[in-house]
């Protein structure tokens, strides 16, 4: 059977070969016959997965490409002529088939495979726990064209099945899908989130569990997996419905199941829930989901006399409030709901009339802030809004819950906790968390409906906020300030360049000194493994030295992996110069032995004076961080920052004794530099020490009369 052509990068070739990506590049300049390139660019090649492969053969340098990074290759290579949702559902439809039909043949043409897709689309239609008709509704409007590379897709995908399991080969391919966040065409829920939800919605006895804007099934799955009978989905996007529905249907049939296994009754259709809901209303025990944000087109105009609108009709700007009302509207009265939400909602102006009705009504029970970078790709800190559907006999909850896990790492313990202490709680019992977690009189939120989890959680008192602290503080500046003055520099007599040549001293620039071997000039190279700026480095972990660092006069403030390359990499020596290549005010700074043996980041020039007899360090040093030093440097400006080039800089050759001399000038200032910036945060300190104090002792947080901050400090 004649195929398609799998097209692959430079990085993926990496990747099979288990080399670094240099390697290839080093392959292709080096070797005559490596392959050509196929497609892509000039920046970034595409190359014929099979020329690659032989070519691989014929070195020596791997062995038979795995059937399961062949398959996703050719998965690849399809998304580039559909979108990626669709070459995911023909295959998975096929996955599922012959998951369910292990022994059968993959055939070797067109024809065969389109009977195969026959028999394969009535398998989807029937699976175990799928609702009657709706999977056959779901996949008859697939129109599979089956071109060059849907067969080799196809093909693919049933040689890994056929090696490592249909199942196996399935939950592979969709986890790279999911994994790849924006690039997979929507906003995935990463499944931990998706759990925590489902937890604070609970496990209904009976009933439905509906997710409206359902994506890939992640909440159902959850939910199913939770011990939920039976999940409902909507979707808008076609082939993210057979996708979901395919997770399920794989669950059913003995793949994915973490808890007792039991078969999942599920129903997952597609269309607009907004405009054209699938499921009657006020009929689902529960409701979860990750509703799309921001959306203009939601269908303001078409559904203004909607009767979701209890709680009034939302603004154009307001979509997530629309969902918001169409899953209360969609769920039986007293049914729990918990939906993820940009943190927006919660306080902008023209969403404030539906806030109030929905505080006023017992509506929304609590709002739940994540941390940033948590949930679902996104930068922002997400927060979780849990609704009640209100009852005709339930009381008015006096408060709102507000909790602010943004400074948790993972939030799901704490949350689950607070969650179950509050439900716990008779009411007015709940106890508060300074900072944490507090239920909100619902008198206070009437006004401006603001729901904000941070702006109604006060901070806890600062530990430390005493007289002894204080005095402490106090001391320490008046010490700092006292060293301060003891390191006023005097103002050196540096000439100007002019005096230099009117003197017949020549100036040559950093360029010219590295050529000749009296500097070496450095860019290191981007260091493989992440980085991290809490605690002290672990073991077998370097210090990292960034360009924050060096304009704060700091040691290194980060720690990682250690650069394996040690010509690419090299660590800094007392000495050492270290220049930011990007700021806004050019300082360079001479290496102390603190610094000694941390890593500059990319970010720093690493400069050092192999000849200190033609060149004196400090003399350098200063001269770069002069103005006159810092416009030679300048290569690009902004209003903002400067790019900075060292190699432009010519620098004054002066004598190597008075080079010492003005290098001990420099090296003064430096000195108070240093002594001023720790003056100033001292000062800091103790100011906004001072101020908690006093504000503590306003709210009366200190009963002690022995620790009572007197105002007079």
């Given at each position: 059977m004649t195929t398609g052509r799998v097209e692959v990068t430079a990085a993926d070739i990496a990747r099979i070969a288990e080399v670094k990506p240099t390697a290839v590049s080093?392959?292709?300049?080096?070797?005559?016959?490596?392959?050509?390139?196929?497609?892509?660019?000039?920046?970034?090649?595409?190359?014929?997965l099979g020329e690659v492969e032989a070519w691989l053969k014929q070195q020596g340098k791997a062995r038979r490409i795995p059937v399961a990074e062949r398959l996703w290759q050719t998965f690849e290579s399809v998304r580039g002529s559909s979108a990626a949702e669709d070459a995911l559902a023909l295959a998975g439809v096929l996955l599922l088939h012959l998951h369910v039909h292990p022994g059968e043949p993959i055939p070797q043409d067109k024809a065969g495979f389109g009977r195969l897709m026959e028999r394969a689309e009535h398998t989807f239609a029937h699976a175990p726990g799928g609702a009657v008709g709706s999977l056959g509704q779901l996949v008859t409007p697939l129109q599979y064209d089956l071109g060059t590379r849907q067969l080799s897709l196809l093909a693919a995908a049933g040689e890994a099945a056929a090696a490592e399991g249909a199942e196996e080969t399935f939950g592979q391919l969709c986890e790279r899908f999911l994994a790849q966040g924006p690039r997979s065409g929507f906003a995935s829920t990463p499944r931990e989130l998706a759990d925590l939800l489902v937890a604070l919605v609970g496990t209904p006895a009976t009933g439905a569990v509906l997710d409206a804007s359902c994506g890939s099934g992640t909440f159902l799955l959850s939910a199913a997996e939770a011990g939920s009978h039976r999940v409902q989905g909507q979707e808008l996007n076609h082939s993210l419905a057979v996708l979901a529905a395919l997770r399920l249907a794989f669950r059913n049939a003995g793949a994915g199941g973490t808890g007792d296994g039991a078969p999942v009754s599920f129903d997952i259709q597609t269309g607009d829930f907004?405009?054209?809901?699938?499921?009657?209303?006020?009929?689902?025990?529960?409701?979860?989901?990750?509703?799309?944000?921001?959306d203009r087109g939601w269908g303001y105009e078409d559904l203004t006399a909607d009767p979701s609108w209890e709680y009034g009709i939302p603004p154009r700007g307001e979509s997530e409030l629309a969902w918001v009302q169409h899953a209360l509207a969609h769920t039986a009265p007293g049914a729990p709901v918990a939906l993820l939400l940009p943190p927006a909602v919660a306080a902008r102006p023209s969403g404030r009339r539906i806030r109030v009705e929905l505080l006023r009504r017992g509506a929304l029970?609590?709002?739940?802030?994540?941390?940033?970078?948590?949930?679902?790709?996104?930068?922002?800190?997400?927060?979780?809004?849990?609704?009640?559907?209100?009852?005709?006999?339930?009381?008015?909850?006096?408060?709102?819950?507000?909790v602010d896990a943004s400074a948790e790492a993972d939030p799901r313990e704490l949350v689950a906790k607070i969650w179950s202490e509050y439900a716990a709680a008779s009411s007015g019992d709940f106890t508060p968390r300074p900072g944490v977690a507090r239920v909100v009189p619902l008198i206070d939120l009437l006004d401006d409906a603001d729901v904000t989890p941070r702006r109604h959680l006060p901070q806890p008192s600062a530990p430390g906020v005493s007289l002894e602290a204080l005095t402490a503080t106090r001391s320490?500046?008046?010490?700092?300030?006292?060293?301060?003055?003891?390191?006023l520099p005097s103002v050196p007599e540096l000439p100007d360049l002019t005096e230099i040549e009117q003197a017949g001293i020549r100036t040559v620039s950093l360029g010219e000194l590295a050529k000749s071997g009296a500097v070496v000039l450095r860019r290191p190279a981007p260091a493989e493994g992440s980085r991290t700026s809490e605690g002290s480095p672990g073991p077998g972990e370097a210090r990292f030295l960034t360009a924050r660092d060096i304009v704060e006069g700091r040691p290194a403030s980060e720690s990682g992996p250690a650069p394996e390359d040690p010509l690419q990499h090299q660590p800094v020596r007392t000495g050492d110069i270290l220049l930011p290549v990007v700021t806004r005010t050019i300082v360079a700074r001479v290496a102390t032995d603190e610094d000694a043996g941390a890593y500059p980041v990319p970010t720093l020039h690493h400069i050092r004076?192999?000849?200190?007899?033609?060149?004196?360090?400090?003399?350098?040093?200063?001269?770069?961080?002069?103005?006159?030093?810092?416009?030679?440097?300048?290569?690009?400006?902004?209003?903002?920052?400067?790019?900075?080039d060292p190699r432009r800089v010519r620098v004054p050759l002066l004598p190597i004794e008075r080079q010492r001399a003005y290098g001990e000038a420099f090296r003064t200032i430096a000195e108070f530099t240093r002594a001023l910036r720790a003056a100033h945060d001292l000062g800091q300190d103790l100011a906004r020490n001072s101020t908690d104090a006093v504000a503590a002792a306003l709210r009366g947080a200190d009963a002690d009369a022995d620790a009572a901050v007197p105002l007079s400090l």
């Open positions: 080093n392959w292709r300049k080096r070797h005559d016959d490596f392959p050509r390139p196929v497609g892509g660019t000039d920046r970034s090649p595409r190359f014929d907004l405009r054209r809901p699938a499921f009657p209303r006020g009929r689902a025990s529960a409701a979860v989901g990750h509703p799309p944000f921001a029970r609590a709002v739940i802030s994540l941390p940033s970078g948590y949930a679902a790709h996104y930068a922002l800190a997400l927060q979780i809004w849990v609704l009640r559907h209100p009852c005709a006999d339930d009381p008015v909850p006096e408060g709102l819950l507000v320490a500046f008046e010490d700092a300030l006292k060293a301060l003055r003891s390191r004076v192999t000849d200190t007899e033609l060149l004196d360090p400090w003399f350098l040093a200063g001269y770069l961080s002069s103005s006159e030093g810092g416009h030679q440097a300048a290569s690009a400006t902004s209003s903002l920052h400067t790019r900075v």
